[in-house]
């Protein structure tokens, strides 16, 4: 199947109020351009630096969304241009974004990480932390900054059972906390591998790579 085909099927099988990410993370300009002439509009990367650089080779009305770890001397890099910024996992972080947006003049979408695998790895808030920290006051202190919803990541299994009970505990996360920041409607979860779990889950973001791209040389 080539590349256009991966990314039609995949797109054809999301229910409507889910929005495909296409991760093009390690992939050169010409494959990415592939899926824009396919209609795709969202890309996601984890890197600034490669993201900035497609960014300002690639036609501008590609939104682009940070999906990986972001150090805050690199946001301002994507300052100017990131649509959203998927792993905002510390407050320091937001307190950077909140900087740079306004040098900027915009205001930042952002999804707050939470931590529902088991490995160790992975970044995020955990949960109650979270809780405690997103009440309405803490969040109303950003003006440049507009938190959309939560995002997460599965652990890396083929347990399903275990992935549809990480993927329901962020849910459960999301749905307390959308209580109340009623504007929230983005709950990022899903991947290659665990998308179709993600979404009978409550995911309303998927963000896909291999699936669509190939497997990464990196
Ligand atoms: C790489 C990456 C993805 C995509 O992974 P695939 O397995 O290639 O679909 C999704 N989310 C994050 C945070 C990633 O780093």
Redesign the pocket.
């Known amino acids: 199947m080539s590349l256009t085909e991966r990314l039609l099927r995949i797109k054809d099988s999301l229910p409507q109020h889910v929005t495909l990410v296409a991760?093009s993370?390690t992939k050169p300009v010409e494959d990415l351009m592939v899926a824009y002439r396919a209609g795709q509009r969202v890309f996601?990367e984890?890197k600034a630096q490669e993201m900035t650089a497609k960014w300002s080779e690639m036609p501008k009305d590609i939104q682009w969304h940070m999906?990986?770890h972001l150090q805050s001397n690199k946001v301002k890099y994507i300052a100017p241009y990131v649509a959203l910024i998927?792993?905002v996992d510390r407050p320091e972080l937001l307190d950077e974004i909140e900087k740079q947006a306004k040098k900027n003049h915009r205001v930042i979408d952002c999804l707050l990480q939470v931590h529902i695998a088991q490995e160790s790895t992975k970044f995020g808030w955990d949960p109650e932390e979270l809780a405690l920290w997103a009440t309405a006051k803490q969040l109303d202190a950003y003006s440049h900054v507009r938190i959309k919803g939560l995002m997460g990541?599965a652990t890396f299994t083929s347990d399903e059972p275990q992935i549809i009970q990480e993927f329901t505990s962020l849910k459960f996360v999301y749905d307390q906390l959308s209580k109340v920041h009623s504007h929230w409607d983005t709950l990022s979860m899903g991947?290659?591998?665990d998308y179709a779990s993600a979404i009978s889950c409550g995911s309303t973001m998927v963000?896909?790579?291999?699936?669509i791209f190939g497997d990464?040389n990196y």
């Open positions: 991760v993370k996601g984890n999906i990986g998927h792993g990541m991947m290659s591998q963000r896909i790579g291999s699936s990464r």
